[in-house]
Nanobody, 123 residues
Framework: QVQLVESGGGVVQAGGSLRVSCAASGSIFSTYAMGWFRQAPGKEREFVAGIHTFGSTYYADSVKGRFTISRDNAKNMLSLQMNSLKPEDTAAYYC?????????????????WGQGTQVTVSS
């Protein structure tokens, strides 16, 4: 089992940058594929970015070129660097762990979730 705790959310102006992190504990982090999801008020949770255990990454079209997902297996840490933020990026951001080599964009594929961290982008 793995426990996930997000941090780093906050309020930023449009065009700015923010980095959210996810600290993992309780199991061997390097064996889990990881993902970031987000949920805006009144909307369903949606996929943002994923990273496989071997380091390959992929992104939702809405964030491609602006967001970067990374992992530090030595520190049991997952990060999401968000640049050129837009008001539509406002949401609660969640990290998720999957007992697999590969990440997916499907919420139901993930086994463990953090509690979320709020990101608000003002116009």
């Amino acid at each position: 089992q793995v426990q996930l705790v997000e941090s780093g959310g906050g309020v930023v102006q449009a065009g700015g940058s923010l980095r959210v992190s996810c600290a993992a504990s309780g199991s061997i982090f390097s064996t889990y594929a990881m993902g970031w999801f987000r949920q805006a008020p009144g909307k369903e949770r949606e996929f943002v970015a994923g990273i496989h255990t071997f380091g390959s990454t992929y992104y939702a079209d809405s964030v491609k070129g602006r967001f970067t997902i990374s992992r530090d297996n030595a520190k049991n840490m997952l990060s999401l660097q968000m640049n050129s933020l837009k008001p539509e990026d406002t949401a609660a951001y969640y990290c998720a762990a999957r007992r697999s080599l590969v990440a997916t964009s499907r919420e139901r594929d993930y086994d463990y979730w953090g509690q979320g961290t709020q990101v608000t982008v003002s116009s």
